[in-house]
């Protein structure tokens, strides 16, 4: 077995899926539980695989092929699951996921459509300098904001902070209330940039599909606002499951149109033919 992409029985390493197990559009959530979760939306749910942090399905969701895959905490363990789902020929990757509020006009229970990600990841340092951008597709942006507003689901859109710890990397006093200098005033520093959530994956997420030349995009429910100091396990998590799992309908209904237009990117006249075949 080669040591440097290791495959076992044809299936990748960790998520022990094999070629044709995973759908081209892979919501991935951090949680495994969230994976059925996310699938039981769906017209056609089949489990996959179960590995380590990493649960997968795979299904169809009114008509979109879709996948779900959990990514498990963190950046390092985000990284190997965008590895093996490009291997596996995943294209668009949507982030569903759980954040903490960094403006005081963000409700808990709110959703957040990340564009971008300030790389406090650690993770995609492997794949880039410090000055490449962790940037969202815009047609996923799009995808997530037109069906947020077709579900009625409050959202805000705007950066997040993907960072390498919940505890101390977030600015919370860690065990025996330890506090490093540059974790003192990170809560009000990113606020003041207009940076709305803290959350640990989007950046590495978002940079190694830029790097691949795939899409991603994430959408977040506000469990926390740190600002306030509130913190509602679950708040927004379904709205934030059925918004990403409209987005990807939505993104395969543009894709085809792309498609018979012979267009690489989404346009204003792809969208034209969309509402008109509503
Ligand atoms: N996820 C995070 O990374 N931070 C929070 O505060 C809540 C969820």
Excluded: C
């Amino acid at each position: 077995m080669s040591a440097s992409r290791p495959m076992v029985g044809g299936k990748v390493y960790h998520l022990m899926a094999g070629p044709g197990d995973v759908a081209p559009y892979v919501l991935t959530p951090g949680d495994p539980d969230r994976v059925p979760r996310i699938a039981k939306y769906w017209n056609e749910a089949r489990p996959v695989a179960t590995h380590r942090e990493y649960v997968t399905y795979t299904g169809k969701y009114r008509g979109a092929p879709i996948s779900a895959v959990s990514t498990g905490i963190g950046g390092p363990a985000a990284a190997i699951a965008i590895e093996e789902l490009l291997t596996l020929g995943a294209h668009t990757f949507i982030r569903v996921g759980t954040t903490g509020a960094l403006q005081e006009w963000i409700r808990v229970g709110d959703v957040i459509i990340n564009t971008g990600a300030v790389r406090f990841d650690g993770a995609s340092n492997a794949y880039a300098m410090p000055e490449y951008p962790a940037v969202a597709s815009y047609e996923v942006v799009l995808a997530l904001v037109t069906a947020a507003e077709e579900l009625n689901v409050r959202y805000h859109v705007g950066l997040a902070a993907s960072t390498a710890d919940f505890y101390v990397g977030q600015g919370r006093p860690g065990f025996n209330n330890y506090q490093p200098p540059w974790a003192r005033d990170i809560v009000n520093t990113l606020s003041s940039m207009n940076v709305l959530n803290f959350e640990m994956e989007a950046a590495t997420i978002y940079t190694i599909a830029n790097v691949h030349g795939a899409r991603a995009g994430g959408v977040m429910a506000a469990i926390a606002n740190r600002k306030t100091n509130e913190f509602v396990p679950d708040a927004g998590v379904d709205d934030a499951i059925r918004v990403a799992n409209e987005a990807v309908r939505i993104l395969h209904e543009w894709d085809q149109i792309k498609q018979g237009l012979n267009l690489r990117y989404l346009t204003m006249n792809v969208i034209r033919q969309w509402i008109m075949k509503r």
